[in-house]
DNA sequence: GCCTGTGCATCGTCT
DNA sequence: ATGCACAGGC
């Protein structure tokens, strides 16, 4: 931590430290990928604090994703070594949480709302459209669900949704998002889009929390804002431009996200929306080779319509990009793993040096299988979230229930769950009362003794499970989250559910549950206590794949769009495959290609030392096989920048083919020397082979990429 | 009321 | 290949 303010600043080139310390108005920083951005935000948050006079107070700082406002609040925190726990730096959906817990009940919802994710809002879809009477074959939720999520991040209500459908399917959507809005105010819950869309309708209005938030955000920083949407750009717009202390940064290169709504425009057209604007641009990379920065230069120069911009390096020229050509994914994956094994055993790499992206989380089994075969320890990120496992939300629906009994997704999730004899039939009429009363399902429920048509039986199970919830709820008054999740296990009886179970997917969900009490552990470490209804917004906004944890060393396995803002010394870019990547659903128009393109651009500016890029000659992919043309990304790839990587010396021997070793062969490995066949394994597609080293005694290989060369006895 | 099997559709990227 | 919805049997 330094006090002087030339030191500080010496820790910066001069087009950073003119970012850092530039203090009149709006500023827009177009930051190349490596160029030190983050680097800029932080210094120039602390520069604020520390020689400005500004309060950590006064700062809200706006990120995308959770594990960038992490490292932001991290990196500042050392700058100017006050605790950033007094800062808002977070993102945009976590920061508008804050706001509406504060603010939300002047729209007629409960503080205490739930946050549904994809599948709760798609439920809840799926039920709308069986009010409105529309068959959800035809119409499918989840289609439903992505058009009203546009219409949100575009701003558009029902109305303005219906005013604009030109066939009857437009039509529909609009009355659905109308019935579906109303229903999660019913149940005060909101869905992502809400957590943005609300916070803005409610600052326009109510004047007077507008001008709090303004008055509490004198500076405002947001990063990666070129994938802003309409909703993020008029929330930006409404706190910052009164003050006009507005920095973005971003690079419309790495826009990604246009698929949910960002508006590459938004960064184009800053400095017309804030005509005082001074722009910066960081044009240093300061993380990749040479070699590494002109082969990505060479894709992304062929996008039309990019701001110009010319990013150099001081860095050494570096290794050429490798390219693999594998037989199939097995293959491929094979070499991920067997490379980045060789890298640690030989070029004193640590695992967590290493990251292997992928397009769509699909691939990542493959690579997961080929990794544990040869011992690579690695994480995944994104994908199957833990806070999407299925008994993690049922233990979530619990605690939600508890706190906000009027969500009624949650409550129909776990109603049943142990089965408890309320089923469909039961429901069912406690619906139709619910009804025709005009009340909660909950509130039903609890005059289960008035509804017609039910047994005894029903109104006993009723009572009992009402008595359960109200017994949970009495106890979380006196108890803290831990002993909360407990008692839920024990009460609802699914712990012993799954005790009784004894399978091995029974006893995996068990560790899971553990593991959740360990997610409460984390975050009273991080934030002391913890109230239930900050736990439950951080188990929707904070996926775990924001969690990274150093301890040890992993390969990180993650999808191209989870890369963004990292960056690693080795990564892998796989599946490098037309119709793969570019994915066959971007490669209808322009627009989508080049959003892929600029991907690719991401992916490759991830790397700093090493690149290696592959493509497989057949996959099996959506239960067919397809053999894939190699991407145009990497045809695009000048050949002076790329190395055909093949495995050194020996043969590649893929999955399939015959191989004709017999326990007893020798055999030498291209590092490893002379070695003597023990066993021959089987697997799938995939065949092993253990051979016993003099020197290293045995080993496992896997033969699809095993650099072994069979010796004449 | 609950469980199991069958048929069907889907198959992207994130908060 | 997987996951979901529904029908039918217990």
Redesign the pocket.
Known sequence: MTTDKTQFLEQLNHVQREAAVYSDGPLLIIAGAGSGKTRVLTYRVAYLVKFCGVSPWDVLALT????AAGEMKDRIQDLIGIPSRDMMIG????MCARILRREIEALGYSSKFSIY???DANRLI?QCLDEEGFD??TY???AIKAAISRAKSEMADPDTLGGLASNITEEITAQVYRRYQERLRENSAVD??DLLLLTVNIMELYPDVLEKYRQRFKHVLVDEYQDTNAVQYHLVKLVAEKHGNLTVVGDDDQG??S??GADIRNILEFEQDFPKAHVIKLEQNYRSTQTILRAANAVIMRNAGRKEKTLWTDNPEGELVRCYQAADEHGEAAMVAVETRRLVEEEERSFSDTAVFY????QSRVLEEALIRLGVPYRIF??TRFYERQEIKDIVAYLRVIANPSDEVSLRRII?VP?????????GHVERYARDYGISLMNALREVKEIPGLSAR?VESVGGFLKMIDGLVMFMDEHDIEALIKEVWDRSGYMRELEAERTLEADARIENLQELLGVVEDFKVEYGSVSLDDFLERVS?V?D??EMEEEGGYVSL??L??AKGLEFPVVFMTGMEEGIFP?I??MEDPT?LEE?RRLCYVGMTRACEALYVSHAECR?L??GVSANPVSRFLTELPGEYLKETIPEEGVAVEPGEELDLVPGDVVSHAKWGRGTVLELVEKDNDSEVVVEFPALGTKRLLLCYAPLKKLEK
């Open positions: 995308f994703t959770n594990k993102t945009f959906h976590s994710d994809e599948s799926a959800r074959r499918h939720p989840r992502f889009d990604i996200y698929w949910r397009r769509t989380h699909a994104g994908g049943n089965t408890r004899g309320i089923g469909k039939t039961t429901l029903a906004l996926g794949t924001d993650m999808s769009h989870n994915h659903r971007s989508g892929e099996s959506w239960g």
